[in-house]
Structure formats: structure tokens, C-alpha cells
């Protein structure tokens, strides 16, 4: 099950198109199973070239034979060693971990800390505002963390693809299935992917406090403005696999 959807994820990523360039990659041949050739840029930094970071086209099977069976249950042992709910120090000390392995795994890291504030469900279900994320009348009941990583290079001014899972859970589980078993997921990805060439710019997003009406998600949103929000292409989300 792991193998399968991490596969899709990473392979979604090299294979999706822009809106621009449908009818360009009609006739594009399909990726194969062979590695495609290491791609080095050069660049004049100063009037000397630079080497840019290095960049590999993976193959299907490449991908399949670096998905590593101990990163995912180490992960998975750690992460669900008690429950993960919003506002408490296992939450806090799981999303620390979370942190600390991608910053590991060659990311810029960081926590985007938020506020939450006790609201009807059905809130999870409208538009995000600031009257719904930020209220000026209502004291927080809690305050959490999302963790967002990027590539060191990440170019704020291309397209870009936000991956994600939610790590926090309800107070009675460790919540292996919902949703250890997609961070875990989540972290594969993103390791493999760190090194990868991509048609959009991978941005991992490890959503707290989903179990209280979906509010690291929305908050997330609320968050982007201006390029950064012209620029989100899309959202693949992993929930609940095992």
C-alpha cells in the first residue's frame, strides 16, 4: 500500500502539465522505466560559472527500489508512540520530530504557528475569512503548528504543488491509520523527492489540528497572499492509509 502511494505521489509530480501546455504534451513520450541522465545546470555567478543544485530524473523503478521499509516504520514507531492531540506536549513533541527529520532530509523547515478559536463545525465547511481565523472577540483555546518544508532552491516565482497530511490526532488513539500511517507516507516522499527534477516546485505541509474542524488546513490557506496564492497549482493530501 505504501509502495503504491508513494508512487503516485512522486510520479503525479513528474508527470503533471501545466494549463499552458496541454495540447504541447500530447505527443510527449511516457516516462521510462530506465534513468534518464543526470541534469546539471551552470549559471555566471559574478562572471564565474556556478553549479546550481543537481537534479535527477527518476525512472518507476528507481523510485520503487528507494523506498526504504526501515524509514517508514521507524517513522511510524515514533510518531505513534501516544496520541498526537491539538494544544498538548505530544502533539508539540511530535511535530518537533516531524521538523527535526525533514530539516534531516535537506529541507528548509519551519513551524507556522496559529491561534484556534471554538467555532461551530460547520465552519470546516465555508470559505476561510478573517472573521473565521482570526476573530477579534473570541479568546484561543488552543495554539498550533503547521510544518511546512521547501528545497533549499525553492524559486518563489514558478508553480508549485503543496503535498500534505495532517500529524495531529483525537485524544483516545495514536492514530496509526488516521493519519500516522500518511505522515510516514508524506516523509518518504519528500525525502526521495529532495534531489528530484519536477515539473512544479514539492511543498510538504504536515497540517495540525485537522481534527478540530480542518483548522490547520484552512488557516494555511487564509495564510497565502498575493504570488504565493497565484501560484498554488494544487493540493495532493494523504489521509488515512496503512
Given amino acids: 500500500m505504501f509502495k503504491l502511494l508513494l508512487l503516485s505521489i512522486i510520479l503525479s509530480l513528474f508527470t503533471a502539465c501545466s494549463p499552458n ?3 504541447e504534451k500530447t505527443d510527449a513520450e511516457p516516462l ?5 541522465a543526470v541534469k546539471v545546470e ?3 555567478v559574478d562572471g564565474e560559472k556556478s553549479e546550481k543544485v543537481q537534479r535527477n530524473k527518476l525512472s518507476r523503478s528507481e523510485i520503487e527500489s528507494l523506498l526504504s521499509k526501515k524509514n517508514l516504520e521507524e517513522n511510524l514507531l515514533k510518531i ?7 494544544g498538548t506536549e505530544e502533539n508539540y513533541a511530535v511535530g518537533d520530530y516531524i521538523k527535526s527529520k525533514m530539516e534531516e532530509y535537506g529541507y528548509d523547515v519551519e513551524f507556522q504557528v496559529f491561534n484556534a478559536y471554538e467555532e461551530e463545525a460547520s465552519n470546516s465547511m465555508k470559505a476561510v475569512s478573517k472573521e473565521s481565523m482570526e476573530p477579534e472577540a473570541k479568546e484561543p483555546i488552543f495554539q498550533g503548528r503547521n510544518i511546512i518544508a521547501k528545497r533549499k532552491d525553492f524559486n ?6 503543496v503535498i500534505s497530511a495532517h500529524y495531529d490526532t483525537t485524544t483516545d488513539n495514536v492514530g496509526a491509520m488516521d493519519n500516522g500511517g500518511g505522515v510516514c507516507a508524506l516523509m518518504e516522499a519528500a525525502r526521495l523527492l529532495e534531489k528530484a527534477e519536477l515539473t512544479y516546485e514539492p511543498v510538504f505541509v504536515f497540517f495540525d489540528s485537522e ?3 480542518l483548522f490547520g ?14 501560484n498554488l497549482y494544487g493540493n495532493f493530501n494523504i489521509d488515512m492509509v496503512g
Avoid: C, Q
Fill in 21 to 23: 501546455a496541454v495540447e
Fill in 32 to 36: 521510462g522505466e530506465e534513468v534518464i
Fill in 42 to 44: 551552470e549559471e555566471l
Fill in 80 to 86: 505513534t508512540k501516544t496520541h498526537r492531540k491539538r
Fill in 156 to 161: 518563489p516565482d514558478t508553480l508549485f504543488l
Fill in 211 to 213: 481534527e478540530y474542524h
Fill in 217 to 230: 488546513s484552512r488557516y494555511y490557506i487564509y495564510s497565502l497572499k498575493g504570488k504565493e496564492r497565484a
